[in-house]
């Protein structure tokens, strides 16, 4: 089992819809990333999450340290948002400073 | 700031050549780290340096790749005798210390 896991592996919403993306992982972390991966791209950093909730235009991420669980949930979606989103954790017993990823959620945004 | 600079974004080697990756991580930022993205799989961790150091480099494989973050340049991810298995995206990541990571573009390396 992967110590994080995503879901959905595929995600297809119509323009305008609100959208939520879903990251568990099973061990202690200090903090966790959500990413954004365009295809052929490089990699953005959308939040930095130790606790509660963070908000950027759009989006918004919510983390439960005790539940082990993150969402990151896409408001009024658009096809600019179709991308990779990936969850990453890190600060865990073994992996230290290093990121620890999930598999990525595909969202395509149908106009 | 110009941010985390990778390059080549793009190079292509023979099987059996050298292949070198860069990466400038941004001013200020004293830690990188090396990470792999096989086509069609999730990122996966190879190597964290600090100036002159290595500190982690459980991710790396055994033989032919080796990493470097001197006191001045950039970082080095250095693949020798590259296979065509070694085709993937390479990224490079830096923070101020543990946590606040900005990524590189990436260089993507396919090896015919």
């Known amino acids: 089992k992967n110590e994080v896991e995503q879901s959905p592996q595929n995600l297809t919403a119509q323009e305008g819809e609100f959208i939520t993306i879903n990251c568990s992982y099973s061990?202690?972390?200090?903090?966790l990333h959500w990413l954004q991966q365009h295809p052929g791209g490089g990699i953005v950093s959308l939040f930095m999450?130790?606790?509660g909730k963070k908000k950027h235009g759009r989006l918004i991420a919510t983390i439960n340290i005790q539940e082990k669980h993150s969402s990151l949930h896409i408001t009024a979606s658009h096809p600019r948002d179709s991308a990779v989103y990936i969850c990453?954790?890190?600060?865990?017993?073994?992996?230290?400073?290093?990121?620890?990823f999930g598999e990525g959620t595909q969202l395509t945004v149908n106009p | 700031n110009a941010g985390v600079m990778q390059n080549p974004r793009h190079l292509v080697r023979r099987r059996g050549q050298e292949a070198r990756l860069r990466c400038s991580p941004m001013?200020?930022?004293?830690?990188v780290y090396w990470y792999r993205q096989l086509p069609e799989e999730g990122l996966k961790f190879m190597v964290y340096?600090?100036?002159?150091?290595?500190?982690?480099e459980s991710g790396m494989p055994k033989e032919r790749f080796s990493a470097e973050f001197p006191k001045e340049g950039p970082s080095i991810l250095r693949i020798q005798q590259v296979v065509r298995g070694d085709s993937a995206a390479y990224f490079c990541?830096?923070?101020?210390?543990?946590?606040?990571?900005?990524f590189g573009s990436g260089t993507r390396l396919t090896v015919v």
């Open positions: 990541a830096s923070s101020p210390q543990a946590g606040g990571y900005t």
């Open positions: 001013k200020g930022h004293s830690h």
């Open positions: 990453a954790v890190f600060g865990g017993e073994t992996s230290g400073s290093r990121l620890t």
């Open positions: 999450l130790s606790s």
């Open positions: 340096l600090q100036k002159e150091n290595i500190i982690d």
């Open positions: 061990v202690g972390i200090s903090a």
